[in-house]
């Protein structure tokens, strides 16, 4: 659920940015310090806070692991990223374990494959829920996927929102 802070008038999103190619998703996007603002919607700042992790969190001692699954409770989106051509491959292990960690609450938060067939395939398969968008994992196609995130996220917390209460 996304941060919301109404004394602010802010709302923050957590996005996870897994697989091998994650610095390429964010590069484009000209992050200040892992953050990207996006403007006013219904009175309140929105802006996206990406955390990066590699193919395989749990690998070696398993503190980027950890830190995901820390994340998880406050996690609002999520971008796979694999690269095969370049020999950046996902982790099916990784995927599954992902999978695990986010159900059975965050399984369907959404997400986004910046890579290939086959990680968005393993992914949907795993979550049960289709993804906002699929793109090859080129810089350009990094905001074809942003964009997609805001739309979904800001029609699930903005849409229920009730109005501001009228004073008599």
């Known amino acids: 659920m996304a941060a919301v802070d109404p004394e602010q008038h802010e709302v923050v999103f957590h996005i996870a940015v897994i697989g091998g190619v994650g610095e390429r998703f964010v590069e484009p996007l000209k992050l200040s310090n892992g953050e990207l603002e996006l403007g006013a919607v219904a009175g309140y700042r929105s802006r996206f806070v990406f955390k990066l992790f590699g193919a ?18 406050s996690l609002d989106g999520l971008v796979l990223s694999d690269d095969f051509a370049a020999g950046n491959h996902y982790s099916s292990s990784s995927v599954e374990r992902l999978s695990k960690v986010l159900s059975p609450l965050k399984l369907r938060v959404p997400s986004a494959v910046f890579g290939g067939p086959a990680l968005a395939e393993e992914w949907q398969s795993l979550s049960g829920a289709a993804l906002v968008a699929h793109v090859d994992p080129a810089a350009e196609n990094a905001q074809a996927v942003v964009k997609a ?20």
Do not use: C, H, I, Y
């Open 56 to 73: 395989d969190p749990w690998a070696g001692d398993g503190a980027d692991g950890r830190a995901l699954e820390e994340l998880v409770p």
């Open 149 to 168: 995130l805001v739309k979904a996220l800001m029609r699930s917390n903005f849409r229920s929102t009730p109005p501001p209460p009228v004073t008599a």
